[in-house]
Nanobody, 121 residues
Framework: QVQLVESGGGLVQAGGSLRLSCAAS????????MGWFRQAPGKEREFVAA?????YSTDSVTGRFTISRDNAKNTVYLQMNSLKPEDTAVYYC?????????????????WGQGTQVTVSS
């Protein structure tokens, strides 16, 4: 079956960097949309970034976060720089059967278990 396994979360000071990884197994997603979402306590899950043949990101992270993929490793990454306390959340990797839809959680078919990112001020 399909599995997405995130890694790379942790505790970092404001202004610091982290790189999240999401390794997929069970099928290849090289042509499909893969994305990152996050959910802070008491808030809804929100879109962060996605990648297909191009990349997409929400305004609050544009210029700070970069999504990329290594198709040979069936892995997607989220490089997070200039982190802020408001970036604190559980970050989820997601994979879609679609080649184009990317913004909404319901556009995705597979989810990882999440990795905690905590940014201290």
């Amino acid at each position: 079956q399909v599995q997405l396994v995130e890694s790379g979360g942790g505790l970092v000071q404001a202004g610091g960097s982290l790189r999240l990884s999401c390794a997929a197994s069970g099928r290849t997603f090289s042509s499909n949309v893969m994305g990152w979402f996050r959910q802070a306590p008491g808030k809804e899950r929100e879109f962060v970034a996605a990648i297909s043949w191009r990349t997409y990101s929400t305004d609050s992270v544009t210029g700070r976060f970069t999504i990329s993929r290594d198709n040979a490793k069936n892995t997607v990454y989220l490089q997070m720089n200039s982190l802020k306390p408001e970036d604190t959340a559980v970050y989820y990797c997601a994979a879609s059967s679609s080649l184009s839809a990317w913004r909404l959680p319901q556009d995705y078919d597979y989810w990882g278990q999440g990795t905690q990112v905590t940014v201290s001020s």
